[in-house]
């Protein structure tokens, strides 16, 4: 060494700044040798390391992804062709690297080429070995498209679920249509609020405006109402509602008469997103006259049963399910259409339940897991008014008036 400092030995300091790599920018790595010599500082050279494009990249429809490592080398003292040992970390992976050693000899750039076959992040580092002692590296980062597949597609409780977002660039975005259903937490999972059942379509986006959807149902255990309006009443000719009782809950409907052209023969009250959990159905009515009434149920040229009136439970999953095992009749109990006072209790028991061709829930795998499937969304609840050939199809009165009243109805657990 010439000058003042040819006798002294020079101690070298190394401060080092490792960079990242961020969907905002690069931080770059500086790493700065200093030699300090009878109290002068004097720069030896400023080396720089980064991705040549500050970003994450996507993998190709052939499966991989190319990015690129740009090291520059600004006029210094440094020994001309200072060579570097380039490193990865992973050592080993889905990846290859262009090189494995690097020289620099003039200011200017070289760059490496990293191609990922699948590796998620590469680091790249650069040892220099000529001096010895200066650390720089890179982080690479490769990504696929934006993907959202939730652990679950149906919900029932509070527990937390996977959103399952893959791919893209983070930080991600994450809404819900409608609002108020799903929590969404900062780890990637979402939870339901319990508050309310629905459909709720998410939507992730991601630093690059990149969107993936999915949709999840949230429902919830099915609560009976004793509110009318709550209820439809099916009738041969028009949908009517029942009527509210006037001093407690519950509410009551009149039997249309023989003659005018109408009858009762369901009698539901809707709750979409909805699930039966319990051991049995219980509803408490009572059935008055004024008059020597007879219940007819609807005939027709293939029903001409002449097992009396009777009103049972309805169990289906849509309005109207025209799915063999979509809706379900308890069946064989039942309570008579007669004057009086009555509980009707039915086990949700698929021995206890026929379907739309009277098959037992317990006929077969199929009726097993289609009752099974009701139960999991029971989106309708009721009553039945009919005959013992057809269940529902309607009943009217005649020789005077007649009145459902419920007071009650209820899933055991």
Known sequence: MNGPCRHVRVPRTFTTYHARAYPGGVKLIQVLALVSCLGFLRAL?????????????????????????????????????A?????????????????????????????LVVVSSGAPRVEVRLREITSGGQQLSAELNFHGPLAMAPSVNSVSNTTPFQLGISGGVPPY?????????????????????????????????????????????VRLPFKPSLNGADWLIRSTVAILRPTNLTHSPGWFLDFPVL?????????????????????????????????????????EAINTSDF????????????????MNGRWWSNPIAVKLEPGSFTLRVPLDPSQWSNVSGQKGDFDASTRAGFTRVLANTSELGFTFGGGFFFGHGVRVSGGKARFILTGFDVIP
Not at 309 to 321: C, D, E, K, T
């Open 308 to 323: 009396p009136a009777h009103v049972r439970f309805l169990l289906q999953n849509g309005p109207i399910s025209w799915d």
């Open 173 to 217: 975005t994450i809404t819900t249509i409608p609002s108020g259903i799903l929590a969404i937490s900062p780890d990637g999972t979402a939870a339901a609020l319990g508050t309310r059942p629905g459909s709720v379509v998410l939507t992730v986006t991601d630093a690059k405006r990149k969107t993936a959807r999915a949709e999840v149902m």
């Open 259 to 299: 003659g005018s052209g109408r009858s009762v023969g369901y009698v539901t009250q809707a709750r979409p997103f909805s699930y039966l959990e319990g051991s049995a159905l219980e509803a408490r009515f009572s059935i008055a006259t004024e008059g020597p009434v007879v219940f007819d149920h609807y005939t």
């Open 45 to 81: 050279a400023l080396v720089t390391i980064a991705p040549a494009v500050p970003s994450w990249t996507a993998f190709g429809k052939t499966g991989t992804a190319t990015a690129y490592v740009d090291i520059r080398l600004k006029p210094g003292t440094l020994p001309i062709n």
């Open 83 to 111: 060579s570097f040992a380039v490193e990865t970390v992973p050592a080993v992976g889905a990846f290859r690297i262009s090189a494995s050693r690097l020289t620099l000899s003039r200011a200017g750039t070289a760059r």
